[in-house]
């Protein structure tokens, strides 16, 4: 079940928490820079190019024939991964509008019913590894990443059936090629509509 957070969380049994939500909170990064808690750590990851964009559009475009009225996706939703010492901002959340946090809550990520996230040249490794082990932790069912930067061969890969803060690879298809997303979702995304830059 989700936990909502108040702005200022109780202490998640690791040391610095406090301080890094504060000094998250603080943080006056330029504008449209992503400002994250990964690993208790505050990062901040430049504006993404316009690839990234166009890959988040064809995705939303896609998830809103087949979502809930009742559903959302968001671009800019931070959840909270407690365990993990995280607050993570996805590329997109779709997240039940009923489980949305109140003015000054935070949420925790297992509200989400699928998480994406699109992999910069920057960032890729915090997406393949830190926010991957999170997000199953915090048991988030579905995680969708978006790799145009594996190993010189962009990949879509399906994370599901969380267990233990670890997930098992549903599917991993290379772009170009299509990739099923399940129940609650039912839709083949086709892999060739995203940009490779």
């Known amino acids: 079940m989700a936990a909502v957070i108040a702005e200022r969380p109780q202490r998640t049994g690791a040391p610095g928490w406090d301080e890094a939500l504060r000094t998250w909170e603080q943080t006056n990064a330029p504008e449209g820079c992503k400002v994250e808690i990964i690993e208790g750590i505050v990062t901040v990851a430049p504006p993404p190019e316009s690839d990234h964009n166009d890959t988040a559009d064809e995705l939303q475009r896609l998830l809103y024939t087949v979502i ?68 199953a932790a915090t048991g988030v069912p579905l995680y969708l990443l978006l790799d145009p930067w594996h190993s010189g061969r962009p990949t879509a890969t399906l994370y599901g059936e969380p267990e233990g803060g670890s997930y098992r690879v549903l599917e991993m298809v290379k772009y170009g090629d299509e990739l099923r997303l399940p129940a609650p979702f039912d839709v083949t995304v086709d892999t060739s509509l995203f940009p490779v830059g």
């Open 68 to 135: 809930p009225r009742d559903w959302g996706i968001y671009q800019t939703q931070g959840l909270v991964a407690p365990g993990k010492q995280g607050l993570f901002i996805p590329d997109l959340a779709v997240i039940p509008k009923k489980l949305l946090p109140r003015p000054r809550e935070r949420q925790t990520a297992d509200v989400a019913q699928l998480i994406v996230e699109i992999t910069s040249r920057s960032n890729a490794n915090h997406d393949r590894v830190e926010k991957l082990h999170a997000y």
